[in-house]
């Protein structure tokens, strides 16, 4: 695993980590000067909702990966109910990415624009993620650029894109509602035929999914020879050429897929 803020000093907003048999990564998401909203930030809610999924896949009976991150949902929204507005549409939020394996399978969960990719030997990559999110931040594209200047009217218009999450028609992240989590996009595949698989948080993906500067098998033999520091030093070389705001990056990758 590899993860870097994006840029030096400044707080990273990504959580990955992992137990024998499962991984999970935490892109978290929200808007800059909201310490009025939630006192604890971006960071604490990524790490804290990280944590409590970790903590849920190593204990107890096997359920439903939905289920297990609607409860580290409701885990981390009663910690800061009584100090923060946790219904506040730019209250911290996340977008999460979970592999477990289990019983001869691998079980996905992608919720929001995180990604996840399964390597598989005899096909192409199965790339599994979220659209909705950037579908609906595309119409909101053209006034963010103009209000690049205006810290207020940016926010403000952040603010009514963020409006969209967690409601009908819009799009799904971890934030206050355990109900998101049934929205989340999830899959089983055997265990059998996969070489290894990989999470990404947004700012990692966009080597392949924004920027194409590499396709998904590229991705995966880079990550094999090189690991994952060797994805993300790609990534800012590809930021800085055409002048992108860097973001948070964080990769874990797995490899050697097995229950032994």
Not at 4 to 15: H, I, K, L, Q, S
Not at 16 to 22: E, K, S, T
Not at 128 to 135: K, M, S
Request: charged residues 25%.
């Amino acid at each position: 695993m590899t993860s870097e803020p994006a840029r030096p000093g400044r707080v990273n907003e990504d959580f990955a980590g992992a137990v024998p048999a499962a991984a999970v990564l935490v892109d978290g998401a929200g808007i800059p000067g909201a310490e009025s909203i939630c006192r604890h930030g971006v960071a604490w809610y990524a790490g804290r909702l990280g944590g409590s999924l970790l903590g849920l896949l190593s204990t107890g009976p096997e359920r439903a990966l939905p289920a297990l991150l609607a409860d580290a949902i409701v885990r981390v929204t009663d910690e800061h109910r009584d100090t923060c507005d946790v219904a506040d549409p730019i209250s911290p939020s996340a977008a999460v990415a979970v592999l477990r394996l289990s019983a001869g399978r691998v079980d996905h969960l992608v919720l929001g624009d995180a990604v996840l990719v399964l390597d598989r030997a005899d096909a192409a990559p199965l790339v599994v993620t979220d659209h909705r999110e950037a579908d609906i931040a595309r119409s909101y594209l053209p006034a963010l650029a103009a209000a690049a200047g205006d810290g207020d009217d940016y926010r403000r218009i952040l603010g009514e894109l963020r409006a969209n999450r967690n409601s009908p028609g819009g799009f799904w992240v971890a934030k206050d509602d355990p109900g998101a989590a049934d929205q989340a996009v999830t899959g089983s595949t055997p265990i059998a035929g996969l070489t290894g698989a990989v999470l990404l948080s947004n700012g990692a993906s966009r080597i392949a999914d924004r920027f194409g500067a590499a396709g998904w098998p590229e991705v995966l033999a880079v990550l094999a020879s090189s690991g994952p520091a060797e994805i993300i030093r790609r990534v800012r070389r590809v930021e800085a050429r055409h002048a992108v705001t860097p973001d948070d990056a964080t990769i874990a990758h797995c490899t050697d897929l097995d229950e032994t």
